[in-house]
Protein backbone atom coordinates (compact mmCIF):
# COMPACT_ATOMS: atom_id res chain seq x y z
CA UNK A 1 0.00 0.00 0.00
CA UNK A 2 2.80 2.39 0.50
CA UNK A 3 4.22 2.15 -2.48
CA UNK A 4 0.86 2.53 -4.42
CA UNK A 5 0.47 5.71 -2.20
CA UNK A 6 3.87 6.86 -2.97
CA UNK A 7 3.79 6.49 -7.11
CA UNK A 8 0.31 8.51 -7.11
CA UNK A 9 1.45 11.35 -5.02
CA UNK A 10 4.95 11.36 -6.61
CA UNK A 11 2.40 12.01 -10.34
CA UNK A 12 0.36 14.21 -9.01
CA UNK A 13 3.22 16.44 -7.41
CA UNK A 14 4.76 16.17 -10.89
CA UNK A 15 1.87 16.93 -12.80
CA UNK A 16 0.76 20.02 -10.64
CA UNK A 17 4.52 21.26 -10.61
CA UNK A 18 5.09 21.08 -14.46
CA UNK A 19 1.78 22.88 -14.54
CA UNK A 20 2.73 25.37 -12.09
CA UNK A 21 6.71 26.10 -13.12
CA UNK A 22 6.64 25.49 -16.97
CA UNK A 23 10.33 25.86 -17.30
CA UNK A 24 11.14 22.96 -15.50
CA UNK A 25 8.08 20.88 -18.08
CA UNK A 26 10.70 22.51 -20.83
CA UNK A 27 13.43 21.14 -19.02
CA UNK A 28 11.88 17.41 -18.72
CA UNK A 29 11.24 17.58 -22.07
CA UNK A 30 14.22 17.95 -23.37
CA UNK A 31 16.53 16.11 -21.13
CA UNK A 32 14.96 13.67 -19.47
CA UNK A 33 11.68 12.30 -21.41
CA UNK A 34 14.12 11.46 -24.53
CA UNK A 35 15.65 8.83 -21.76
CA UNK A 36 12.05 7.05 -21.97
CA UNK A 37 11.73 7.40 -25.28
CA UNK A 38 15.59 5.70 -25.99
CA UNK A 39 15.15 2.95 -23.06
CA UNK A 40 11.12 1.88 -23.12
CA UNK A 41 10.39 2.70 -26.46
CA UNK A 42 13.52 0.87 -28.00
CA UNK A 43 12.08 -2.63 -25.93
CA UNK A 44 8.73 -2.19 -26.48
CA UNK A 45 9.22 -1.69 -30.29
CA UNK A 46 11.22 -4.83 -30.59
CA UNK A 47 8.10 -6.41 -30.65
CA UNK A 48 5.73 -6.24 -33.86
CA UNK A 49 2.32 -5.72 -31.67
CA UNK A 50 1.27 -3.08 -29.34
CA UNK A 51 2.81 -4.10 -25.82
CA UNK A 52 0.20 -1.96 -24.49
CA UNK A 53 -2.70 -2.99 -25.54
CA UNK A 54 -1.72 -6.54 -24.95
CA UNK A 55 -0.83 -5.33 -21.06
CA UNK A 56 -4.19 -3.65 -20.88
CA UNK A 57 -6.17 -6.95 -22.01
CA UNK A 58 -3.63 -8.70 -18.95
CA UNK A 59 -4.62 -6.11 -16.32
CA UNK A 60 -8.16 -6.12 -17.04
CA UNK A 61 -8.37 -9.82 -16.86
CA UNK A 62 -5.97 -10.01 -13.71
CA UNK A 63 -8.74 -7.16 -12.35
CA UNK A 64 -11.57 -9.43 -12.85
CA UNK A 65 -10.01 -13.11 -11.89
CA UNK A 66 -8.21 -11.72 -8.87
CA UNK A 67 -11.77 -9.96 -7.72
CA UNK A 68 -13.54 -12.94 -8.31
CA UNK A 69 -11.68 -14.82 -6.52
CA UNK A 70 -11.37 -12.21 -3.44
CA UNK A 71 -15.48 -12.52 -3.67
CA UNK A 72 -15.12 -16.65 -3.18
CA UNK A 73 -12.93 -15.89 -0.43
CA UNK A 74 -14.65 -13.96 1.74
CA UNK A 75 -18.00 -16.59 1.21
CA UNK A 76 -15.77 -19.22 2.17
CA UNK A 77 -14.39 -17.67 5.49
CA UNK A 78 -18.15 -17.08 6.43
CA UNK A 79 -19.00 -19.90 5.76
CA UNK A 80 -15.84 -21.50 7.90
CA UNK A 81 -16.81 -19.25 10.48
CA UNK A 82 -20.36 -20.25 10.94
CA UNK A 83 -19.02 -23.97 11.48
CA UNK A 84 -15.91 -23.23 13.88
CA UNK A 85 -16.65 -19.79 15.21
CA UNK A 86 -13.20 -18.93 14.71
CA UNK A 87 -11.10 -17.94 11.50
CA UNK A 88 -7.83 -16.32 10.90
CA UNK A 89 -7.17 -12.26 10.68
CA UNK A 90 -6.07 -12.81 6.99
CA UNK A 91 -8.75 -14.96 6.08
CA UNK A 92 -11.07 -12.19 6.93
CA UNK A 93 -13.54 -10.32 4.75
CA UNK A 94 -11.43 -7.30 5.87
CA UNK A 95 -8.31 -8.50 5.42
CA UNK A 96 -9.03 -10.21 1.77
CA UNK A 97 -10.36 -6.95 0.99
CA UNK A 98 -7.23 -4.60 2.02
CA UNK A 99 -5.28 -7.17 -0.08
CA UNK A 100 -7.14 -6.92 -2.75
CA UNK A 101 -7.28 -3.14 -2.87
CA UNK A 102 -3.74 -2.67 -2.32
CA UNK A 103 -2.79 -4.54 -5.42
CA UNK A 104 -4.93 -2.58 -7.49
CA UNK A 105 -3.70 0.46 -6.16
CA UNK A 106 -0.52 -0.50 -7.00
CA UNK A 107 -1.18 -1.01 -10.47
CA UNK A 108 -2.71 2.17 -11.05
CA UNK A 109 0.18 4.45 -8.72
CA UNK A 110 2.75 2.40 -11.81
CA UNK A 111 0.51 3.54 -14.28
CA UNK A 112 -0.18 6.63 -13.19
CA UNK A 113 3.41 7.63 -12.58
CA UNK A 114 4.54 6.10 -16.27
CA UNK A 115 1.50 8.06 -17.75
CA UNK A 116 2.78 11.06 -15.96
CA UNK A 117 6.65 11.00 -16.79
CA UNK A 118 6.14 9.69 -20.40
CA UNK A 119 3.13 11.82 -21.20
CA UNK A 120 1.41 14.34 -18.70
CA UNK A 121 4.42 16.65 -18.12
CA UNK A 122 4.70 17.45 -21.88
CA UNK A 123 1.53 19.30 -21.50
CA UNK A 124 3.26 21.75 -20.26
CA UNK A 125 6.28 21.98 -22.64
CA UNK A 126 6.45 24.85 -25.58
CA UNK A 127 4.62 24.61 -28.14
CA UNK A 128 5.90 23.09 -31.86
CA UNK A 129 4.79 26.45 -33.39
CA UNK A 130 6.80 28.28 -30.63
CA UNK A 131 9.90 26.78 -30.55
CA UNK A 132 9.63 27.14 -34.95
CA UNK A 133 8.02 30.29 -34.62
CA UNK A 134 5.18 29.84 -36.57
CA UNK A 135 2.91 32.31 -35.64
CA UNK A 136 -1.12 32.38 -35.95
CA UNK A 137 -3.04 35.16 -36.77
CA UNK A 138 -6.35 36.42 -37.58
CA UNK A 139 -7.28 35.00 -41.56
CA UNK A 140 -9.64 36.18 -43.48
CA UNK A 141 -12.11 34.21 -45.76
CA UNK A 142 -10.11 35.13 -48.57
CA UNK A 143 -6.75 33.63 -47.29
CA UNK A 144 -8.61 30.50 -46.10
CA UNK A 145 -10.09 30.00 -49.66
CA UNK A 146 -6.72 30.40 -51.42
CA UNK A 147 -5.16 27.81 -48.92
CA UNK A 148 -8.04 25.45 -50.12
CA UNK A 149 -7.43 26.28 -53.69
CA UNK A 150 -3.80 24.82 -53.61
CA UNK A 151 -4.96 22.17 -51.35
CA UNK A 152 -6.92 20.50 -53.64
CA UNK A 153 -4.51 21.18 -56.85
CA UNK A 154 -2.02 19.49 -54.72
CA UNK A 155 -4.55 16.35 -54.28
CA UNK A 156 -5.34 16.83 -57.93
CA UNK A 157 -1.54 16.31 -58.60
CA UNK A 158 -1.34 13.10 -56.76
CA UNK A 159 -5.13 11.67 -57.22
CA UNK A 160 -4.22 9.78 -60.30
CA UNK A 161 -0.80 8.99 -59.36
CA UNK A 162 -1.29 6.53 -56.03
CA UNK A 163 -2.33 3.19 -56.50
CA UNK A 164 -6.09 1.91 -55.92
CA UNK A 165 -7.98 -1.17 -56.22
CA UNK A 166 -10.74 -2.01 -58.05
CA UNK A 167 -13.47 0.29 -55.98
CA UNK A 168 -11.04 2.99 -56.58
CA UNK A 169 -9.76 2.95 -53.29
CA UNK A 170 -6.34 4.30 -52.27
CA UNK A 171 -3.90 1.22 -51.72
CA UNK A 172 -0.42 1.93 -49.60
CA UNK A 173 2.73 1.50 -51.94
CA UNK A 174 4.52 -0.09 -48.85
CA UNK A 175 3.88 0.07 -45.30
CA UNK A 176 2.39 2.74 -43.36
CA UNK A 177 4.42 1.93 -40.42
CA UNK A 178 7.91 2.16 -42.26
CA UNK A 179 6.73 4.85 -44.06
CA UNK A 180 5.93 6.81 -40.98
CA UNK A 181 9.10 7.00 -39.88
CA UNK A 182 10.93 7.24 -42.38
CA UNK A 183 8.28 11.17 -43.09
CA UNK A 184 9.13 11.62 -39.35
CA UNK A 185 12.84 11.69 -39.82
CA UNK A 186 13.26 13.29 -43.14
CA UNK A 187 11.03 16.47 -41.15
CA UNK A 188 13.25 16.08 -38.48
CA UNK A 189 15.79 17.42 -40.93
CA UNK A 190 14.18 20.74 -41.22
CA UNK A 191 13.12 20.93 -37.81
CA UNK A 192 15.42 20.19 -34.91
CA UNK A 193 12.79 19.80 -32.36
CA UNK A 194 11.90 16.94 -34.12
CA UNK A 195 14.86 14.93 -34.18
CA UNK A 196 15.46 11.70 -32.06
CA UNK A 197 14.47 7.70 -31.88
CA UNK A 198 11.31 6.74 -33.57
CA UNK A 199 9.86 3.51 -33.06
CA UNK A 200 7.57 1.74 -35.93
CA UNK A 201 3.57 2.61 -35.25
CA UNK A 202 1.67 -0.57 -34.76
CA UNK A 203 -1.79 -1.18 -35.60
CA UNK A 204 -3.86 -2.06 -32.51
CA UNK A 205 -5.07 -5.89 -32.92
CA UNK A 206 -8.69 -5.38 -31.76
CA UNK A 207 -8.56 -2.39 -34.30
CA UNK A 208 -12.59 -1.64 -33.57
CA UNK A 209 -12.30 -1.08 -29.86
CA UNK A 210 -10.93 2.54 -31.74
CA UNK A 211 -13.33 2.50 -34.33
CA UNK A 212 -16.16 2.82 -31.44
CA UNK A 213 -14.30 5.52 -30.38
CA UNK A 214 -14.49 7.35 -33.42
CA UNK A 215 -10.52 7.19 -32.62
CA UNK A 216 -7.47 7.18 -35.86
CA UNK A 217 -5.17 6.24 -33.55
CA UNK A 218 -3.71 6.72 -30.01
CA UNK A 219 -0.73 7.51 -28.59
CA UNK A 220 -0.40 4.87 -24.90
CA UNK A 221 2.76 6.31 -22.86
CA UNK A 222 3.07 3.28 -20.97
CA UNK A 223 5.28 1.53 -23.45
CA UNK A 224 6.01 4.40 -25.18
CA UNK A 225 4.23 3.33 -28.30
CA UNK A 226 2.13 5.38 -31.21
CA UNK A 227 -0.45 2.93 -32.41
CA UNK A 228 -3.19 3.68 -35.34
CA UNK A 229 -6.40 2.01 -36.39
CA UNK A 230 -5.73 -0.90 -38.67
CA UNK A 231 -9.50 -1.22 -40.07
CA UNK A 232 -9.81 2.56 -41.20
CA UNK A 233 -9.37 3.70 -44.82
CA UNK A 234 -6.19 3.40 -46.15
CA UNK A 235 -5.69 7.43 -47.08
CA UNK A 236 -5.93 8.20 -43.04
CA UNK A 237 -2.97 5.63 -41.80
CA UNK A 238 -0.38 7.83 -43.02
CA UNK A 239 -1.79 11.06 -42.04
CA UNK A 240 -2.41 8.76 -38.53
CA UNK A 241 0.78 7.65 -37.44
CA UNK A 242 2.77 10.65 -38.39
CA UNK A 243 0.42 12.03 -35.97
CA UNK A 244 0.46 9.72 -33.47
CA UNK A 245 4.58 9.90 -33.82
CA UNK A 246 4.71 13.70 -32.82
CA UNK A 247 2.91 12.84 -29.67
CA UNK A 248 5.74 10.12 -28.94
CA UNK A 249 8.18 13.23 -29.72
CA UNK A 250 6.99 15.25 -26.50
CA UNK A 251 4.60 17.40 -28.91
CA UNK A 252 0.71 16.66 -27.01
CA UNK A 253 -1.34 19.65 -28.48
CA UNK A 254 -3.66 17.87 -31.19
CA UNK A 255 -3.47 20.92 -33.51
CA UNK A 256 0.03 20.59 -33.44
CA UNK A 257 0.05 16.85 -34.13
CA UNK A 258 -1.57 17.33 -36.90
CA UNK A 259 0.16 19.64 -38.18
CA UNK A 260 3.74 17.80 -38.11
CA UNK A 261 2.02 15.03 -39.64
CA UNK A 262 0.87 16.73 -42.39
CA UNK A 263 4.30 18.28 -42.73
CA UNK A 264 5.53 14.94 -42.58
CA UNK A 265 3.29 13.54 -45.11
CA UNK A 266 3.64 16.33 -47.78
CA UNK A 267 7.42 15.93 -47.26
CA UNK A 268 7.67 12.15 -47.51
CA UNK A 269 9.21 10.47 -50.59
CA UNK A 270 6.12 8.51 -50.77
CA UNK A 271 3.79 9.20 -53.38
CA UNK A 272 0.85 7.92 -51.37
CA UNK A 273 2.23 9.73 -47.85
CA UNK A 274 2.04 12.62 -49.86
CA UNK A 275 -1.40 12.31 -51.10
CA UNK A 276 -2.95 11.23 -47.39
CA UNK A 277 -1.32 14.37 -45.66
CA UNK A 278 -2.82 16.77 -48.63
CA UNK A 279 -6.42 15.42 -48.24
CA UNK A 280 -6.66 15.12 -44.75
CA UNK A 281 -5.26 18.95 -44.70
CA UNK A 282 -8.06 19.55 -47.11
CA UNK A 283 -10.60 18.25 -45.22
CA UNK A 284 -9.58 20.25 -42.51
CA UNK A 285 -9.27 23.33 -44.63
CA UNK A 286 -12.77 22.52 -46.19
CA UNK A 287 -14.60 22.11 -43.21
CA UNK A 288 -13.09 25.67 -41.71
CA UNK A 289 -14.29 27.17 -45.37
CA UNK A 290 -17.91 25.66 -45.13
CA UNK A 291 -18.52 27.43 -41.54
CA UNK A 292 -16.85 30.55 -42.83
CA UNK A 293 -18.01 31.11 -46.22
CA UNK A 294 -20.43 28.84 -47.92
CA UNK A 295 -20.41 29.88 -51.89
CA UNK A 296 -16.54 29.74 -51.55
CA UNK A 297 -16.69 26.25 -50.00
CA UNK A 298 -19.31 25.07 -53.09
CA UNK A 299 -16.23 26.53 -55.64
CA UNK A 300 -13.44 25.02 -54.50
CA UNK A 301 -15.18 21.57 -53.62
CA UNK A 302 -16.03 20.99 -57.39
CA UNK A 303 -12.88 21.38 -58.50
CA UNK A 304 -11.37 17.98 -56.45
CA UNK A 305 -10.52 15.33 -58.65
CA UNK A 306 -12.98 12.37 -59.03
CA UNK A 307 -10.40 9.99 -58.37
CA UNK A 308 -9.98 11.30 -54.73
CA UNK A 309 -13.95 11.00 -53.85
CA UNK A 310 -13.76 7.20 -52.97
CA UNK A 311 -11.39 7.69 -50.18
CA UNK A 312 -13.67 10.20 -48.75
CA UNK A 313 -16.81 8.47 -49.88
CA UNK A 314 -15.24 5.20 -48.20
CA UNK A 315 -14.00 7.34 -45.22
CA UNK A 316 -17.56 8.96 -44.25
CA UNK A 317 -19.17 5.14 -44.60
CA UNK A 318 -16.85 3.80 -42.38
CA UNK A 319 -17.16 6.20 -39.44
CA UNK A 320 -21.12 6.28 -39.98
CA UNK A 321 -21.02 2.74 -39.23
CA UNK A 322 -19.86 3.43 -35.19
CA UNK A 323 -21.64 6.51 -34.41
CA UNK A 324 -23.51 6.13 -31.61
CA UNK A 325 -23.84 6.00 -27.23
CA UNK A 326 -20.31 4.79 -27.40
CA UNK A 327 -18.49 6.83 -29.83
CA UNK A 328 -20.69 10.08 -28.32
CA UNK A 329 -19.60 8.99 -25.00
CA UNK A 330 -15.73 8.41 -25.97
CA UNK A 331 -15.96 11.92 -27.69
CA UNK A 332 -17.22 13.63 -24.40
CA UNK A 333 -14.24 11.55 -22.52
CA UNK A 334 -12.05 12.59 -24.80
CA UNK A 335 -13.00 16.53 -24.67
CA UNK A 336 -12.76 16.78 -20.93
CA UNK A 337 -9.86 15.04 -20.84
CA UNK A 338 -8.63 17.40 -23.55
CA UNK A 339 -9.44 20.25 -21.57
CA UNK A 340 -8.42 19.06 -18.37
CA UNK A 341 -4.42 19.05 -19.78
CA UNK A 342 -4.78 23.11 -20.81
CA UNK A 343 -6.05 22.30 -24.47
CA UNK A 344 -9.46 24.77 -23.94
CA UNK A 345 -10.81 23.86 -27.44
CA UNK A 346 -10.94 20.23 -26.22
CA UNK A 347 -11.60 17.77 -29.56
CA UNK A 348 -12.09 21.28 -31.71
CA UNK A 349 -8.43 21.44 -31.05
CA UNK A 350 -7.53 18.86 -34.09
CA UNK A 351 -9.23 21.32 -35.86
CA UNK A 352 -6.87 24.15 -35.03
CA UNK A 353 -4.42 23.09 -37.93
CA UNK A 354 -5.91 24.71 -40.14
CA UNK A 355 -4.31 28.08 -38.41
CA UNK A 356 -0.79 26.59 -38.30
CA UNK A 357 -1.42 25.86 -41.93
CA UNK A 358 -2.66 29.54 -43.00
CA UNK A 359 0.02 30.95 -40.87
CA UNK A 360 2.89 28.50 -42.45
CA UNK A 361 1.60 28.72 -45.72
CA UNK A 362 -0.33 31.86 -46.53
CA UNK A 363 2.51 34.22 -47.88
CA UNK A 364 4.47 31.14 -49.69
CA UNK A 365 1.22 30.55 -52.14
CA UNK A 366 -0.23 33.90 -52.49
CA UNK A 367 3.25 35.10 -54.40
Not at 78 to 84: I, L
Not at 293 to 304: A, H, I, T
Request: proline share 3%; net charge negative; glycine share 8%.
Amino acid sequence: MAAAVLFLLLSAALMVFSAKVPAFAEWYSEYIYPLAVNSIGRISGLVPFSVSEIGIYILLTAFIVTLVRMVIKIAGSKAGRSKTGRRKTTDAPSGLFASWISGVLLAAGILAFLYTACCGINYHRSSFSEEEGIITYQYSADELKDICIWLTEEVNARAGEVARDGNGLLTLEASAREGGVEAMRRLSGEFSSLDGYYPEPKALIISEILSYQGLTGIYLPFTVEANYNGDMPAYDKPFTVCHELSHLRGFMEEQEANFIAFLACIGSERTDFQYSGYLSGWVYCMNALYRTDYESWQEVRGLLDEAAEPDLTANNEFWDRYEGTISETAERINDTYLKANGQADGVQSYDRMVDLIVAYFGNEISE
